[in-house]
C-alpha cells in the first residue's frame, strides 16, 4: 500500500453540488473546491467497470485526489447461510479490486452482525473470513487496506478493540475509525478530548504508528438512541465536539483521509479542513 502524506480531507460520494453527477466530474469537483479526497460509493452495489476505473486513475491523479471506496451494504460474514457469507466476501473483493483498478488506496466495509452470538465466536469467524479474503486479494497483486468499520450499533460486530485485534492479526487490515458510530454506538460518550486521545493511543499502543500515519476516519453529525445510530446530521446541527476532534486528531499528528459522512457532504468538508488548517498544536 503506498503512504499518504498528510491528513486529507473529502467527500462521501461524489459531492452534491457537482454539475455533472459522474465519478471523473466528482473528482475534478472535489479538487475544485479545495478538498483532496472522495470515496467511491459502492453501497448498492459494485457498478464501475475496470475500463472506466483506469480513467478514474488517471483523473485523480492527475487532481491529487486520494480515493477510497464504501462496499455495499449487504455484507454480513457472520450469516447462518453460508452463501450470503460467500455473497458478503465477493462483494468485498469485487470492491477491492475495483478500488485498486482506479489507484484508490483503502475500501471500507461493515464486517456482520453478532445475531445475538458469543462476540468471541462471532469474532473468529470474521476475522477467519477476511483472512480467506486477504488471501485471495494478495494472490490478485491486489494492494489496499482492508478496512472494517467502527459501527453504530451494539447489535453490530465491529467494536474497537474488536478492529484493532483483527488488524493485529491479519497483515492488510486497519479499521476505519467512524467517530460519529463511536459516539452513537456507545450512548453519547465518545465526544470528549480525554476519551479520543485513550482511542488513539490504545490504537498506537497496539498496531504501532504505522496505524496513525494510516488513518481511514469518518466524521459526521449523529442522531442516536440507547440503541445506537438512528441517522447521520450536519455537524453544525448536532452534539459531535468535532472541532476538539480535529485538534487530537492534528495533536497525534495523524495521517490518512477524513471523509465527511454528513447529508452536506461536502460543507462540512470543507468545513473541517478549514478548521484543521486553522489549529495551532
Known sequence: MFKVDRLRFGTA??????????????????????????????????????????????????????????APYYINLNAKEREKVEASKRRIIQSAERL????????????????????????????????AI????????????????????PTQFGDLKELVKLSEELETV?????????????????????????????????LGREALDNMHIHISGINYTAKGERNHLNLQE??????????????FRVKGVVISESPNIEGDALLMKKKYEEIKV
Open 13 to 70: 460520494g461524489i459531492p452534491l453540488s457537482t454539475p455533472k453527477r459522474s465519478t471523473i466530474d466528482g473528482i475534478v469537483h472535489v479538487r475544485n473546491l479545495g478538498l483532496d479526497a472522495m470515496e467511491l460509493e459502492f453501497v448498492r452495489g459494485v457498478n464501475l467497470k475496470p475500463e472506466l476505473a483506469k480513467k478514474i486513475k488517471y483523473v485523480a491523479r492527475k487532481h491529487d485526489v486520494l480515493l477510497t471506496a464504501h
Open 100 to 131: 485498486y483498478d482506479a489507484g484508490g488506496w483503502s475500501v471500507v466495509f461493515h464486517a456482520g452482525y453478532y445475531l445475538k452470538q458469543d462476540p468471541a465466536k462471532v469474532y473468529g469467524r470474521i476475522r477467519d473470513e477476511l483472512k
Open 174 to 206: 486497519l479499521p476505519t475509525i467512524d467517530f460519529a458510530h463511536a459516539h452513537a454506538r456507545n450512548a453519547g460518550r465518545c465526544n470528549t478530548v480525554e476519551e479520543w486521545r485513550e482511542m488513539l493511543g490504545f490504537m498506537e499502543d497496539r
Open 238 to 251: 448536532s452534539d459531535m465536539n468535532w472541532e476538539d476532534l480535529l485538534r487530537v486528531l492534528k495533536e
Open 134 to 153: 486477504e488471501r485471495e486479494l494478495m494472490d490478485r497483486g491486489v494492494k489496499v487496506w482492508l478496512r472494517p468499520e467502527l459501527t453504530g450499533k
